[in-house]
């Protein structure tokens, strides 16, 4: 499976990007094995987790119409904000990945989702942070808590995250530009906010 999808992604996907996938995918079974976490199933979905990042924006938004996703404005104006949800379409009819958890895993690394399972915020953080992804303070912290405590670093990485396409932006650089923010975007946030407040409240640890 893993030669197919690797074979898939060579045709398919820059040389560049096939180096962010492995480590990825790297960072994903770490992080699995930190929070006892099914590594196999962390290594599939993060292997698999940007099939469709080079599609054209006509061809990500046909293939979620016709899967019969739901294609607000933004994301009908952001294609490329699709290309979570495609990737787990593609998974599903090019190698059959028919499990629940990595599917959703792939499309939630983007946008995330409220209330979405601990698998799908490590391919979400391993995505996002990524040893290339950069070498700040900032970073490295969010690293640090990603491998103790999965809520505290989802809320704090959506904070930082890009919201919309290439770069590592943070809420208040798209606002300083006046670009679209998707509204999933902040109700996951506020999701693990509130989830890590909780924790912490119960636990007393903010970790
Ligand atoms: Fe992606
Ligand atoms: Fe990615």
């Not at 490590?122 to 950069?134: K, M, Q, T, W, Y």
């Not at 300083?176 to 912490?200: D, G, Y």
Request: aromatic residues 6%.
């Amino acid at each position: 499976m893993r030669e197919q999808v690797l074979t898939w992604l060579a045709a398919n996907v820059p040389a560049t990007r096939i180096d962010h996938i492995l480590r990825v995918e790297r960072m994903a079974v770490e992080l699995a094995d930190s929070h006892n976490i099914d590594r196999e199933k962390a290594a599939s979905a993060a292997l698999m987790h940007d099939l469709a990042k080079y599609f054209s924006p006509k061809r990500l938004l046909q293939m979620a119409k016709a899967d019969g996703l739901e294609v607000d404005e933004v994301l009908a104006t952001n294609p490329h904000l699709l290309h979570a949800d495609v990737g787990a379409i593609v998974a599903r009819k090019n190698f059959s990945i028919n499990d629940k958890e990595i599917l959703q895993a792939i499309a939630n690394h983007t946008l995330g989702r409220p209330g979405m399972s601990q698998l799908c915020c490590i391919v979400f953080l391993a995505d996002s942070l990524e040893p290339a992804r950069g070498e700040t303070k900032e970073l490295d912290l969010l690293r640090k808590i990603s491998y103790s405590n999965l809520e505290r670093a989802m809320w704090l990485t959506c904070d930082k995250r890009s919201l919309t396409l290439k770069a590592y932006r943070t809420v208040q650089y798209l606002l300083e530009r006046r670009c679209t923010i998707h509204p999933r975007v902040i109700t996951t946030r506020n999701w693990f906010l509130t989830q890590s407040k909780l924790k912490q409240s119960i636990t007393g640890s903010s970790a």
